[in-house]
């Protein structure tokens, strides 16, 4: 069955790199699913567009229950690994175009990722995510068919902000998130003082934006076609990102944040490798 092999394909390849880095199981009673198996799954599900607990179901034990694999301590260690995996493909992706003469541009760009409905958040505290810092109003300007001109209005959301920077063949090199109330700029510099990944690629590779990104000493806004050209691999990186956010039903903020570094291997890596 072609599922189970995308899926044995991906596990020989976490298992492959967990031995590599030399990580070792806890002693005690051996649990249901490795680490190494619940990242799998993470991948899996963004492939496929179903549930982790589902594909878990479907593919290991019809008697897998959610806390086998969404317990705060087991996601944490699925994280650490899916987060070291990317930074480590992603720093072999730098040496071979460096070693074969290429340039490489980073591109940086947010989108707003909704966390609940705006009228259920008015009236219902939202258990996931909490607090005013996560409603934010967009200003939009987009062209009507209906009134045959452009028209201004707001948009409001309750979410987070997730951000993105990948270079100009669209594989991401760092994601995060923050409150959906948060200015693009604001994000990045607050990302650029705490990650040292971020500050090591800044100081070699030149950043790249749009014209939200006025002012900010780190990014140089694209005004050339050729920029604004390379600026809209950022845009397919966000093209699946929101669909998996209505299956996923992740419930803690570690849990979307390894939803995302699965995002990133899957699009990066095996989106194109995995059919072959």
């Known amino acids: 069955m072609l599922l189970l092999q995308v899926y044995h394909k991906i596990l ?53 229950m959610s806390y086998h694999i969404f317990r705060k301590s087991r996601v944490k260690r699925v994280y650490r690994l899916l987060r070291e995996y990317m930074l480590y493909r992603v720093s072999l992706l730098i040496l071979l175009k460096l070693a074969s003469g290429k340039k490489i541009r980073l591109v940086v760009d947010g989108t707003l990722l909704p966390v609940a409905n705006v009228n259920r958040a008015r009236t219902q505290k939202i258990r996931r995510m909490s607090g005013k810092q996560f409603w934010g109003v967009r200003n939009r300007n987009l062209y009507s068919q209906h009134y045959k001109q452009r028209v201004k209005f ?14 100009t063949d669209g594989a991401p090199y760092d994601l995060w998130f923050n409150p959906a109330s948060y200015h693009e700029v604001r994000s990045l510099r607050l990302r650029f003082s705490k990650s040292l990944w971020l500050r ?66 899957w699009y990066s890596f095996f989106r194109k490798e995995v059919f072959q």
Not at 154 to 167: A, I, Q, S, T
Not at 241 to 255: G, T
Request: charged share 25%; proline share 2%.
């Open 12 to 64: 020989n390849t976490m298992q492959t790199f967990s031995k590599t880095m030399g990580y070792t199981q806890k002693a005690g009673r051996k649990p249901k699913l490795s680490d190494e198996q619940i990242a799998s799954l993470f991948i899996l599900s963004l492939l496929t567009g179903m549930p982790v607990l589902k594909l878990a179901r479907f593919i290991i034990d019809d008697k897998l």
């Open 154 to 167: 707001k948009e409001l959301y309750y979410g987070v902000l997730v951000m993105v920077v990948c270079d």
């Open 200 to 265: 090591s690629l800044l100081e070699r590779f030149e950043l790249i934006g749009d014209r939200g990104y006025r002012g900010c000493e780190l990014v140089k806004v694209c005004s050339s076609k050729e920029d604004k050209s390379q600026r809209q691999k950022v845009e397919g990186v966000f093209s699946m990102l929101k669909l998996f956010n209505y299956s996923s039903r992740w419930r803690h903020w570690i849990c979307l944040l390894t939803y995302l570094y699965a995002y990133a291997i």
